[in-house]
């Protein structure tokens, strides 16, 4: 009897979670195309259906963010359903405990981030890579818009002190987009600002298209290329550069080798490698909570204030996670503890108060 209710439980609670990944893919999508065809209409390149296709490229990225609150609301809603129809009293009566029938749920929820780690995740790395070299042709040769987005690179070479950064990396490290290089004099000021329509790392230089040189107190000057010396090599750039966003989970293990031989600081590796492995009990600890509140029976209307805590509750444990691992990212603390601690605090606290209501 246990087995074929757990299997009916099972059933329910992922084709709950079908529809809730339906819906929320189709408000997401709908979104994230108006927006995305408002900021690149003027471009060259622009047309709707490069959009349509860039949309769906950013679409894993974005779905990746939002499955701990899919997996909160469908946990809600399942149990709320089961309670409206009485069927969770018909089981408590059979002498059914809590953490029997909600034994599938967390399965379910386990399953559902094991997924988004193995499958979501280096889909979203995908299309984070493929959509950035998709706007930085769109762009093509507009002027540079906003400051550097990426890591800054300083280097020393043949004299010169430089510092670089750019809005779009491209080639792995290799190929910089809108980039902006400031070089300094012997007394750490701003000798020379070039700004760049590109960046190549070739062998020992950088190869600059569209410069243009800024001088204080001089007037501006352009030019076609500019060569500029370094010493950094493509490895070096490449682990330097990289968004950990950008990285597969199953390349993350490397790429945190690789940068601490290049004495690359890793934090953001680290914390996004642990981030993802703790994603399933994440998911079991929103289902965790979602039970909390749902499973006091109610025939017709559940208390909204108790439906509104256990919203409540998600948010401030998603903010509290997302707030710890920026800490993590940072190197303020431990990647491990800043990605581990906030899921294992919150499943304590879920099973804790389910101990409390179930069995006292």
Partial sequence: MIRTLGLYFFRRYMLTMAWFFIG?????????FT??????????????????????????????????????FVGMATLISFNRKSELVVARAAGISVWQFMAPFLIGAALIGIATTLIVNPLAAWGERVGSEIEAEWRGTSPTA????????????????????????????TELIDVVLLHFDGDGRIALRQDARSAKLEDGYWNLTG???TRPGEIQQRHA????????????????????ESVAFYDLFNKIEVAQSYGVA???LETQFHSLLSLPFLMVAMTLIAATV?????RINQSRSVILGGILSGFVLYVVTVLVRAFGSSGIMPPSIAAWV?????????ATILLHKEDG
């Fill in 294 to 298: 749902s499973l006091k029976f109610s």
């Fill in 35 to 72: 927006e995305t065809s408002s900021r690149y209409a003027e471009l060259p390149g622009y047309s709707i259906g490069a959009v349509l296709f860039l949309t769906g490229l950013r679409l894993p990225m974005i779905l990746q963010q939002t499955v701990p609150f899919i997996g909160l």
């Fill in 211 to 213: 410069v243009l040189e």
């Fill in 225 to 244: 290329a500019v060569r500029v010396p370094t010493n950094l090599n493509a490895e070096y750039v490449q682990q330097r550069l990289v968004k950990a």
């Fill in 342 to 350: 906030p899921v294992v605090v919150a499943m304590a606290l879920g």
């Fill in 24 to 32: 929320v893919v189709s408000i997401v999508y709908l979104i994230d």
């Fill in 146 to 173: 906003g400051q550097p987005s990426t890591p800054w690179l300083r280097q020393t070479s043949q004299g010169t002190d430089l510092a670089m950064g750019a809005r779009t990396v491209l080639g792995g490290g």
């Fill in 266 to 268: 890793t934090h953001a």
